[in-house]
C-alpha cells in the first residue's frame, strides 16, 4: 500500500478509493476497459511492461487472468494449479494488479471454472460433466466441471475465498460460467448426466433427465443451475470485497454485465451491424442499477485467435457502447504485443477520445420514451433497426421491472413479436403499445379469427391519409404466417390471399381482395395499442422494403400523440442516442455514423455535413465535443433546433 500511494504522488495520480458497498466504482468512474486473455504459456509476460502499455493505450481497467483452469498466481488451494509457465515463486497476478493500482488502474480478476485439469477429475470424478455415453467431456486435456457438481458449488468458493483474501481486486469476471451447450470446437455437448443434475431435475420437473438439449425445462434448469451458483459468488464476493464488482454474462446477482460483441465465420448473414448498441442498451436498460461491459472481441473466431475484425467494425462497436452509457471495452487473446496490430490501433483513437472527454461517460441514463421489448430475433433486429434509421431513440428491456418503478415511464412500448398480458394495466393507465406478430394478441386489440400458415401474399393499402409515408404504393408484401382478425368498419390494410404469379400473361388474372385486415388500432382504458398481426420485423430486417419502413415509422407516429423527441435531416445510417447525465443536469445528443458499412465490409464511415436536429426540449446551448464548437441554437415551437456542420465517425452534442 505504502509503495502504491508513493508511486501515486510521483505519478500524480490519486490512490484508487478503497471502494465500499456504497461506493461502485463501475458505476461512478469513466471505466477504458482491456482484456489481455492470456495463454497459460504468458505467465513469463513482463507486468511492469504490460501495465505500462496498458496504461500508455490508454485503459484505466484491466481484465487479467487470476485462476481457475490455470491460476496465475502460487495457489495453496488444493486441486487448483498454477500455470506450468508460471517460474517458481512468481505471482504475476500479484505483480500486476500492484503495479495498476500503482498507475490508478482497476484490475478486474478473470476466474473459468467451466473446465479444469485431469488430477481434479481423478479425485472427484463426481463434480464432472457426465455425456449420455457416461464418459467426460475432455477439451484439450481439460475436463468440463458440471454447474451444478461440487467443483463450482464448493471448491470454487474456497478457490474465489483464497483470491479475494489475497487480492486487493475491484472485481472478478467469470468466463463461461455454466455448462456450454457446445464445445471450443463447436460440437454439442449434450445435457450433462452427472448424479447432481438427475438429483437436481428430478426433484424439480417430477421426470428424468432428457438425453438431447432441446427441453425447454432443460434450458430453463441450466439458467436456474447458473443463477444459483452466481448468487453463491455474488454473495462471497460481497462479504469478501465490498467494493469489488461481480461480473458475467448474466443479468440476475451481477454488478455488471458481461457481453461481447463478436463474429463467427458460420454465422448467417446479414451482418448485425448496431451489435454493441443492442447489447449495451438492452443491458443498460434491462438493469439500470448495473453497468453494462460489452467486450468489443477483436478475432474473427476462434480458429484465428489472432487475426482481427476490420477496423472500422472495432471502432463502430466501441462508439455504440459508449452512445449506450457503456465503456469501451477490448478483448484480445494474449498480451499487449499482438502478431495483427489492426485491432488495437483501431481501438487506440477511441480510448484516447474517452480519455480526453471521460466527463461525458460517468452517469449516463438512456432519455429514451420509447421502448422495444425481446422477441424472435429477426423481427426484434428490424424493429431496432427501423426505430434506429427513423432517428427515434428507444430504450430495450429483456424484463418487465419498469412496470413496478414510478420513476421509469415510456410514451410507447413496442412488442415485435407477442405482447406479455402484464402489459395490460399499463394500456388502460394510459401507455401506448404496438404489437407484432403471430402470436395471438393478449390484450384486447380485433377478435381473432383463426391463425394462418405461411401465406406468399399481399397487404391493400387503403387510407394513405392514415398512412402518410406509404402514399406512393398500393400494396405490401406479406411472406409468412398471420393471424386473421375478423373485418374492420374502416379498414387500413387488407389481405389480397395468393394468386397466379406466372408467365407474365396470367399474374393476377384470379386476384381476389378480402376483409381480413392487417392492422389494427384500438383503445383500451385510458391507452390505445394497435396490432399488426404478421411479422412485419422480421420482413424489415430480411427485405428492407420502404413499405415496411412506411408502415412501421406511421404507426408508432400514430401512437406517439406527442409526436417524437428528434426530428432530423440525419440520414438513416447515423445513429442517435438521447441520454441524459442526471447529476451534471444536461443531456446528450450522440451521433455513431454507420455508413462505414456496407454489406460484409467495414470501412471509415462517409462523413455527414449540415444535420439539423431539432430536439423536443428547452435547450439554449448545444456544444459539440468533437468540432470542440458551440452551435447556434433556435427555438421551434417548443423544440430546441441546432444544425451540426459536420460527422465524422462519432461525436457527442452536449445539450444544456
Ligand atoms: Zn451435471
Given at each position: 500500500m505504502y509503495l502504491s500511494i508513493v508511486l501515486a504522488l510521483i505519478c500524480g495520480l490519486a490512490p484508487l478509493q478503497s471502494a465500499t458497498r456504497e461506493s461502485r466504482w463501475w458505476m461512478e468512474e469513466p471505466i477504458r476497459l482491456l482484456q489481455t486473455n492470456l495463454r497459460e504459456t504468458d505467465s513469463t509476460v513482463d507486468g511492469q511492461r504490460l501495465v505500462r502499455q496498458v496504461a500508455d493505450f490508454p485503459a484505466n481497467t484491466l481484465l487479467f487472468n487470476l485462476g481457475g483452469i490455470v491460476a496465475q498466481?502460487?495457489?495453496?488451494?488444493?486441486?487448483?494449479?498454477?500455470?506450468?509457465h508460471l517460474p517458481p515463486g512468481r505471482d504475476l497476478f500479484g505483480d500486476v494488479l500492484r503495479e495498476a493500482h500503482a498507475r490508478g488502474i482497476r484490475v478486474i480478476g478473470r476466474f473459468d471454472f467451466s473446465k479444469t485439469q485431469k488430477p481434479v477429475f481423478d479425485a472427484h470424478p463426481e463434480w464432472f460433466f457426465k455425456r449420455t455415453n457416461g464418459e467426460p467431456a475432455i477439451y484439450n486435456g481439460l475436463y468440463s466441471a458440471c454447474i451444478n457438481g461440487k467443483y463450482y458449488r464448493e471448491h470454487a468458493l474456497a478457490i474465489l475465498t483464497e483470491a479475494l483474501e489475497r487480492y486487493e481486486v475491484d472485481g472478478l469476471f467469470f468466463n463461461m460460467f455454466g455448462n456450454p451447450s457446445t464445445d471450443y470446437s463447436g460440437d454439442p455437448m449434450g445435457p450433462c448426466q452427472c448424479d447432481a443434475?438427475?438429483?437436481?431435475?428430478?426433484?424439480?420437473?417430477?421426470?428424468?433427465?432428457?438425453?438431447?438439449?432441446?427441453?425447454?425445462?432443460?434450458?430453463?434448469?441450466?439458467?436456474?443451475?447458473?443463477?444459483?451458483?452466481?448468487?453463491?459468488?455474488?454473495?462471497l464476493i460481497h462479504r469478501k470485497r465490498p467494493g469489488a464488482a461481480f461480473?458475467?454474462?448474466?443479468?440476475?446477482?451481477?454488478?455488471?454485465?458481461?457481453?461481447?460483441?463478436?463474429?463467427?465465420?458460420?454465422?448467417?448473414?446479414?451482418?448485425?451491424?448496431?451489435?454493441?448498441?443492442?447489447?449495451?442498451?438492452?443491458?443498460?436498460?434491462?438493469?439500470?442499477?448495473?453497468?453494462?461491459?460489452?467486450?468489443?472481441?477483436?478475432?474473427?473466431?476462434?480458429?484465428?485467435?489472432?487475426?482481427?475484425?476490420?477496423?472500422?467494425?472495432?471502432?463502430?462497436?466501441?462508439?455504440?457502447?459508449?452512445?449506450h452509457g457503456g465503456p469501451p471495452a477490448m478483448a484480445m487473446l494474449g498480451t499487449m504485443d499482438q502478431e495483427d496490430r489492426h485491432g488495437l490501433l483501431a481501438a487506440q483513437p477511441v480510448f484516447r477520445w474517452h480519455a480526453q472527454h471521460e466527463d461525458l461517460y460517468v452517469g449516463q441514463e438512456s432519455a429514451a420514451r420509447v421502448l422495444l421489448l425481446g422477441g424472435d430475433q429477426r423481427s426484434y433486429r428490424g424493429f431496432f433497426r427501423l426505430l434506429s434509421e427513423q432517428h427515434i431513440p428507444f430504450a430495450v428491456s429483456d424484463n418487465l421491472d419498469w412496470l413496478h418503478e414510478r420513476s421509469r415511464t415510456f410514451d410507447?412500448?413496442?412488442?415485435?413479436?407477442?405482447?406479455?398480458?402484464?402489459?395490460?394495466?399499463?394500456?388502460?393507465d394510459g401507455g401506448a403499445l404496438l404489437v407484432a406478430g403471430t402470436a395471438p394478441p393478449t390484450l384486447p386489440v380485433g377478435r381473432v379469427v383463426g391463425q394462418r400458415p405461411h401465406t406468399r401474399a399481399s397487404w391493400r393499402i387503403h387510407d394513405a391519409s392514415m398512412l402518410?409515408?406509404?402514399?406512393?404504393?398500393?400494396?405490401?408484401?406479406?411472406?409468412?404466417?398471420?393471424?386473421?382478425?375478423?373485418?374492420l368498419e374502416k379498414p387500413l390494410l387488407t389481405l389480397i390471399p395468393p394468386a397466379m404469379f406466372g408467365p407474365p400473361e396470367k399474374v393476377w388474372v384470379d386476384k381476389v381482395e378480402t376483409e381480413i385486415p392487417g392492422l389494427v388500432f384500438a383503445n383500451h382504458g385510458k391507452g390505445r395499442l394497435a396490432y399488426i398481426p404478421w411479422d412485419?420485423?422480421?420482413?424489415?430486417y430480411r427485405h428492407s422494403s420502404q413499405g415496411h419502413a412506411g408502415l412501421m415509422a406511421d404507426v408508432i407516429d400514430r401512437l406517439l400523440p406527442e409526436g417524437r423527441q428528434i426530428k432530423t435531416t440525419a440520414h438513416p445510417l447515423v445513429e442517435i442516442t438521447l441520454m441524459t447525465q442526471p447529476a451534471r443536469k444536461r443531456t446528450l445528443l450522440h451521433l455513431v455514423n454507420l455508413s462505414g458499412h456496407s454489406d460484409t465490409a467495414y470501412f471509415e464511415p462517409i462523413e455527414m455535413r449540415d444535420i439539423t436536429?431539432?430536439?423536443?426540449?428547452?435547450?439554449?446551448?448545444?456544444?459539440?465535443?468533437?468540432?470542440?464548437?458551440?452551435?447556434?441554437?433556435?427555438?421551434?415551437?417548443?423544440?430546441?433546433?441546432?444544425?451540426?456542420?459536420?460527422?465524422?465517425?462519432?461525436?457527442?452534442?452536449?445539450?444544456?
Open positions: 498466481y502460487p495457489t495453496d488451494v488444493e486441486l487448483h494449479y498454477a500455470s506450468p443434475c438427475k438429483v437436481r431435475f428430478q426433484a424439480r420437473y417430477g421426470r428424468p433427465l432428457p438425453t438431447t438439449r432441446d427441453d425447454d425445462d432443460y434450458a430453463e434448469f441450466m439458467a436456474a443451475s447458473a443463477r444459483e451458483v452466481a448468487a453463491m459468488f455474488a454473495d461480473l458475467t454474462y448474466m443479468q440476475e446477482h451481477t454488478d455488471g454485465i458481461m457481453s461481447e460483441s463478436n463474429t463467427g465465420v458460420e454465422r448467417p448473414l446479414p451482418l448485425w451491424p448496431y451489435s454493441a448498441s443492442d447489447n449495451v442498451n438492452r443491458a443498460r436498460n434491462s438493469e439500470p442499477t448495473k453497468m453494462a461491459f460489452n467486450l468489443c472481441m477483436s478475432f474473427v473466431d476462434y480458429a484465428w485467435r489472432f487475426v482481427t475484425v476490420p477496423q472500422g467494425e472495432i471502432q463502430l462497436r466501441l462508439y455504440q457502447n459508449m452512445a410507447l412500448v413496442i412488442a415485435p413479436s407477442g405482447a406479455p398480458a402484464e402489459l395490460d394495466r399499463y394500456v388502460r402518410p409515408s406509404l402514399k406512393h404504393t398500393k400494396l405490401l408484401l406479406l411472406d409468412g404466417e398471420y393471424v386473421e382478425l375478423a373485418p412485419v420485423g422480421g420482413l424489415y436536429v431539432e430536439a423536443a426540449q428547452d435547450f439554449t446551448r448545444a456544444t459539440a465535443v468533437g468540432l470542440d464548437q458551440e452551435l447556434p441554437v433556435t427555438r421551434v415551437n417548443g423544440s430546441s433546433r441546432f444544425t451540426l456542420p459536420r460527422l465524422g465517425a462519432y461525436e457527442v452534442v452536449v445539450l444544456q
